[in-house]
């Protein structure tokens, strides 16, 4: 018995047409499907088609996925694999850290975070933003795979995506920005993927050289 998938949406329209744009077998059969996939498939993708909205980058990690959630779990391991964020302080606030993100010129850009993450699921979220801390609106999406599920070999895949936030385009706290800086986080959107793939290939190293050596993945000084 066929489950009653869209029955809901036919009464409520009162026609079993299928909504526009929704491309199904029961409608669209393959031989009409497939030159759809195919006018998809692209020898070159425009930049801003790729990145322009969503940023996502990923890589397999020799370290098991749990010892590799734990790192990622602690707000201190950006001081170490990522390109620009150091001095990690805690603030008054339970759970927000502050650092500097020196991509901001020196000393830096004020850089405020929240990590939330799920064990069940492997899911880290760093809450960020720039300047201030009491709206985190950059966030950085990350999920830890255990890759004998996905390559059917020990190990991590590490899937990380950022949404382009619309304050990336216009600072929405300009009163709270250091008076010498003159770039903005935005302006470095486009640079996003490639740098996102250096960051988390500096991830990958580090992991896979404590795995590899017997060192705990997440380095007693974090404990």
Not at 7 to 15: C, K, P
Not at 36 to 49: K, T
Not at 107 to 135: K, L, M, N
Request: hydrophobic share 35%; proline share 9%.
């Amino acid at each position: 018995m066929s489950a009653p998938a869209l029955e809901d949406i036919t009464a409520h329209r009162g026609s079993a047409e299928p909504i526009e744009g929704l491309i199904r077998v029961e409608t669209t059969p393959r031989e009409q499907a497939t030159p759809l996939v195919l006018e998809r498939m692209r020898s070159v993708y425009p930049h801003d088609q790729v990145f322009g909205t969503y940023c996502t980058v990923h890589d397999y990690i020799d370290c098991p996925p749990d010892e590799l959630f734990d790192y990622l779990s602690d707000t201190r391991c950006l001081e170490e694999w990522t390109y620009s964020l150091r001095g990690f302080t805690p603030t008054e606030e339970p759970g927000l850290w502050v650092a500097h993100d020196k991509l901001g010129g020196t000393p830096g850009s004020p850089i405020y975070t929240r990590t939330v993450a799920h064990r069940e699921a492997r899911t880290v979220d760093y809450q960020c933003a720039w300047d201030q801390g009491h709206h985190l609106w950059m966030i950085y999406l990350m999920r830890v795979v255990d890759a004998q599920l996905v390559f059917d070999k020990p190990g991590s895949v590490v899937l990380w995506t950022n949404c382009h936030h619309p304050f990336y385009d216009h600072n929405p706290y300009p009163e709270t920005a250091p008076p010498q800086r003159s770039v903005w986080v935005g302006d470095l959107w486009d640079m996003f993927g490639p740098g996102h793939q250096l960051e988390l290939r500096n991830l990958k190293v580090i992991a896979e050289y404590r795995h590899r050596n017997g060192l705990p993945v997440r380095p007693d000084w974090m404990r």
